[in-house]
């Protein structure tokens, strides 16, 4: 095993860190909510939208109840970090950035096959879709790579490129490990396991078996209120917050199996008008003075 | 004359996508020169993932000049016509000439077209043809996409070399400046290439390690792959649809062989087949034996240093994961049977107006006994087997005495085939609760065969669950052995029945439920297993004949054949209605069908003339458009049939003409015999019988004054022609066919 004390969990994300900052990129820290992926924070669909440049990083810790496997399945957890980064406007040479990043946390291309292969992503709960590609390292996909095309139902102009890194993936293919419990989370000795196996467990099973889905379907319904009244008050970043909330509860909801198939629409149906609201005002309140410095740019 | 070298650089084109974009290149290319009026010689196209070529041979360097001349009107006519004249041609009166016309001045106008650097041509073309470009799917990029309006490309459009013989054909569209200068491999070239012209392109690629030809690339991926199978001592399970999608992954392909842990080859082959190549793009091998090896084959896009020994383990572990899954799913479906399965359909809707897939396994289990019960489907229907069930994927090894039960259902009894049909039916849908469907849907049907074999189910009904949804696409097996014809038609019949008793009908080019697939699917399973029953009514076996007309056609036959059976009516016995179709066309291909149909429309173009409608038409004139209509009319068959033989019985008035007696007989034989061959079924009899009239119409017609001064001799002539004309109607409406 070509195991490189270098790079440590930790290590990598530093690395990856130091690159972006290099770039000119603001190191932001994780948004405190629970989320489902990266491309909730903030800085990424809300920063979408609008004329103005916007270059950040930040690693997303993503809540996704439902891939719980109670610390048993090597791959699989309910909670894991997401590496984003967001290039507004998508630059020239974003694919030899991304390309020298692989390379800072020791992926040599002569060495690995790298491949950009078609994948595009939608979002229909944020009214978002994109082009691109999954990132392929000899065979794994280590990378989402997307060029947003509409945010909250809005073409995004300009352009953002956003880079969704795996972190645990990438760990541990660099590390050559085969169970992401393994991981060395330091090179001190201290493994991802030490850090959250016991986390995976027990969240596992209140996700699955002991949330109190009364509660749950109480605060989704709360949630969605408060998104309306933040609208009401022309506050649509607490909007959005809601929005993010009534989407974390709406997977809970799922992991503990209590929505049919037939409501299941339904609710996504009622998140996703609570993100483009959201949306929508963010862009209605901005926008006035984004068209005042941005006089070729129009809603 | 030059060669044009145009290379579109790009961001990763998606593999799918690459072949429509060639043709797209070729064609807005070949338009730009036609609306140029420029020829050239052969042109080339070729793609990777990051470029689009063009290559077109002998180009002139300027288009000719032309010299065009129009004649206008006289000198001294009108104002008008002269400004008109002028305004067409695109030229000033002062500009017009003046010639002699036999003897009369006549204006002239002379355009001279002015001949154009073919460079210039193309620098305009270029821009043309990227914005006019039509991609599947598209998309803005950079700083220019802060207006909507910026350039749109498959992914972000990095560069243009535009070469005319040695010349940069210089233009710029949205930013992107043509040249010269191009890029290598993305990681074995570093730096710019500069290319010289058309010829020296594709070996200055080379060198940078791209081979710009994808037909290259697909026969490198190709051989390579089976080399490094037979270095292996394996055999490459040929896929075509895989070597051109990695080929359109790569530059510089290089096929590489690694293995996978023995132990799972547990997990059904198709899983590991289906996984190696949906998610990762692998092929796989078979050994000596044809039975699926421990080994897959990934192509890389570099020439890595260690020889791919790093590339095949990363890839190696990638699969390992993903059959790790497949195990787990195989391993955990077969924890239930498959009736436990079932019952987690309750919870699945099929439709929200038709309940759960429960509800409709329910009607489907219910269908197909019936199907067996009402001697429809019958055991052994057609293909009787030999010992053992060739197409038994599980091989439970038969031989010798067979109980019935356990072949693919040939031999049972009709209540045995109920049985197994309803046991078959109930079990058919369990595995879209399984994980292995969830994962891999793909494999529904498959899967339930599996599981329904490792639980022990006799293999007649595990065949059946596996192929029920079969045919699918039109080269699909249609099946035979009688439980899955059961199941499949029974599946099928009521996806249907349930979608039109909601009025849920295909429209245009919308059919969110497949149901033009079903119907298809339905229409193959009765013509192959010769099942004789009435498919459906109203709306629904409408919706079948035009799926029938569709599928007919395609299969090459004549669409006025095709409509004139179907517009007998009624029929909702396809096997019968094909047999009809099928024996008028080849009676169509013959001189006596095309002579007949000469005679037949000669008939009608006189009853139509005369406005006779016989002796059916005086008895029920329903007012209806087609007075014919009630010689279909059951309830008025008895009273035609009476009143037409009183009408033939009674004698003549007068006597009749050799040719019209000769007619009569004819008639008064080829009748009955058209009539009783119909009753059996012989179509092709029928049509032989009408046959017989030929050379007496024709007679007739040559002989006979239809419309004779004497009312009795036209109303008893226009009476025979009716009866004629009846007489093919009863095998097709002729007044349907062309010719």
């Known amino acids: 095993m070509d195991r490189n004390p270098q790079n440590s969990f930790q290590d990598m994300i530093l690395a990856l860190h130091d690159f972006w900052s290099a770039q000119g990129c603001l190191i932001l820290q994780p948004y405190d909510m629970r989320m489902g992926a990266g491309t909730f924070h903030t800085a990424t669909t809300l920063r979408a939208l609008g004329p103005e440049p916007w270059n950040a990083a930040f690693v997303q810790p993503c809540r996704r109840p439902t891939d719980g496997r109670y610390g048993e399945n090597p791959n699989r957890l309910q909670h894991y970090y997401q590496y984003q980064v967001i290039l507004k406007p998508s630059p020239p040479d974003i694919q030899d950035l991304y390309l020298k990043s692989l390379e800072v946390i020791g992926i040599d291309p002569l060495k690995h096959d790298i491949r950009f292969v078609e994948d595009d992503w939608e979002s229909p709960t944020l009214g978002a879709w994109g082009l691109g590609w999954e990132v392929w390292c000899d065979g794994m996909e280590v990378t989402q790579f997307t060029y947003f095309q509409q945010m909250g139902g809005f073409d995004c102009k300009p352009v953002a490129g956003e880079l969704t890194y795996g972190l645990e993936r990438l760990a541990m293919y660099i590390q050559g490990v085969d169970n992401v419990y393994d991981l060395a989370f330091n090179d001190r000795g201290v493994s991802y396991g030490d850090v959250f196996l016991e986390n995976e467990k027990q969240m596992s099973k209140w996700n699955f078996e002991v949330a109190e889905t009364g509660a749950l379907f109480d605060l989704f319904n709360k949630a969605e209120a408060e998104c309306r009244n933040a609208l009401a008050n022309d506050v649509p970043i607490a909007a959005y917050e809601q929005a993010v909330e009534a989407s974390h509860i709406f997977n809970l909801l799922q992991a503990r199996g209590v929505i049919s198939v037939q409501e299941r629409a339904s609710y996504m149906g009622r998140v996703r008008d609570l993100a483009r609201g959201s949306c929508e005002a963010h862009m209605a309140k901005e926008a006035p003075a984004w068209a005042e410095k941005y006089p070729e740019w129009s809603k | ?739």
């Open chain 2, 1 to 739: 004359m030059s060669d044009f070298l145009l290379e579109l650089r790009s961001e990763e084109i998606p593999a799918r996508m690459q072949a429509g974009a060639r043709a797209e290149l070729e064609k807005l290319f070949r338009r730009e020169l036609d609306a140029a009026s420029v020829e050239c010689g052969e042109i080339t196209v070729w793609s990777t993932p990051r470029r689009l070529v063009l290559i077109a041979r002998g180009l002139p360097l300027a288009t000719e000049a032309v010299s065009e001349e129009l004649k206008g009107p006289p000198v001294g006519a009108p104002d008008q016509a002269i400004d008109g004249f002028c305004r067409k041609a695109g030229v000033d009166k002062g500009q017009l000439e003046t010639r002699d016309v036999k003897g009369r001045a006549t204006y002239f106008a002379v355009k001279n077209v002015p001949g154009r650097a073919t460079a210039d041509l193309l620098a305009e073309a270029i821009p043309a043809i990227i914005r006019d470009f039509s991609w599947p799917k598209s998309m803005r990029w950079g700083a220019a996409s802060i207006s909507t309006e910026s350039l749109r490309w498959v992914r972000p459009l990095s560069g243009i070399v535009a070469l005319l013989g040695d010349d940069v054909v210089e233009c710029e569209v949205h930013g992107v400046t043509s040249g010269a200068v191009t890029l290598g491999h993305r990681f074995h070239h570093s730096g710019d290439i500069t290319i010289g012209n058309a010829d020296d392109y594709a070996m200055k690629l080379r060198a940078g390690h791209v081979i710009v030809d994808h037909e290259e690339r697909q026969d490198l991926i190709r051989s390579g792959a089976a080399k490094v199978a037979s270095e292996a001592g394996l055999r490459l399970v040929e896929d075509e649809g895989l070597v051109i999608e990695n080929a359109g992954l790569t530059e510089w392909p290089v096929p590489l062989l690694g293995r996978f842990e023995e132990d799972f080859l547990e997990v059904p082959p198709e899983t590991i087949q289906l996984t190696a190549r949906v998610n990762q793009k692998y092929f796989v091998c078979e050994d000596e034996k044809g039975e699926l090896a421990n080994a897959f084959i990934c192509t890389a896009n570099i020439e890595a240093e260690d020889g791919g020994a790093r590339v095949v383990d990363g890839n190696r572990k990638v699969l390992a994961a993903r059959l790790s899954d497949a195990r787990f799913f195989w391993d955990v479906d077969r924890k239930k049977t498959l009736a436990e399965h079932a019952k987690g359909l309750e919870r699945i809707t099929f439709h929200e107006k038709l309940g759960a897939v429960a509800d409709k396994v329910e009607r489907v289990a219910k269908l197909a006994r019936w199907l067996v019960e009402e001697e429809i489907v019958k055991p052994n229907t057609r293909h009787s087997r030999e010992g053992g069930n060739p197409d038994n994927g599980g091989g439970t090894g038969n031989s010798g005495q067979l109980d019935p039960r356990l072949r693919g259902g040939d031999g049972l009894s009709r209540d045995d085939l109920a049985d197994m049909a309803e046991q078959a039916a109930r079990l058919a849908k369990a595995d879209l609760v399984t994980e292995m469907v969830g994962e891999f849907p793909e494999l529904q049907g498959l899967m339930g065969g599996y599981y329904a074999r490792a639980e022990g189910l006799p293999d007649a009904v595990a065949d059946a669950i596996r192929d029920h949804y079969k045919p699918v696409g039109q080269g699909d097996d249609v099946p035979t052995a009688p439980v899955t014809v059961a199941v499949s038609l029974a599946d099928k019949l009521d996806t249907l029945r349930s979608f039109f008793s909601i009025d849920e009908k295909p429209t245009g080019s919308k059919d969110p439920f497949a149901l033009r697939r079903a119907a298809l699917g339905v229409i193959r399973i009765v013509q192959d297993n010769d099942l004789r029953f009435g498919v459906a009514q109203g709306d629904l076996l409408d919706f079948f004949a035009d799926r029938l007309k569709v599928q007919q056609r395609e299969a090459g036959v004549r669409h006025d054949l095709i409509d004139a059976v179907f517009a007998l009516g009624g029929e909702d016995d396809l096997v019968r209605l094909l047999a009809r179709v099928h024996a008028l066309q080849s009676f169509m291909d013959s001189e006596d069908g095309a002579n007949l149909l000469a005679g037949y429309k000669r008939a009608a173009n006189i009853l139509k003339k005369e406005d006779w409608h016989g002796a059916e038409g005086e008895i029920a004139r329903t007012g209806e458009e087609d007075p014919l209509a009630i010689v279909d009319d059951p309830d008025l068959k008895a009273v035609v049939a009476a009143k037409m033989e009183q009408r033939h019985a009674s004698e003549l008035s007068y006597a009749a003409e050799p040719a019209e007696k000769a007619l009569m007989d004819a008639l008064a034989n080829s009748e009955p015999a058209a009539s009783r061959a119909i009753a059996a079924e012989d179509f092709s009899a029928a049509m032989a019988a009408l046959a017989a009239l030929r050379a007496p119409i024709d007679r007739f017609f040559e002989e006979v004054t239809v419309n004779a001064d004497e009312e009795n001799k036209r109303a008893h002539r226009l009476d025979l022609l009716a009866r004629f004309r009846a007489a093919v109607h009863k095998v097709a409406d002729f007044s349907r066919i062309e010719g």
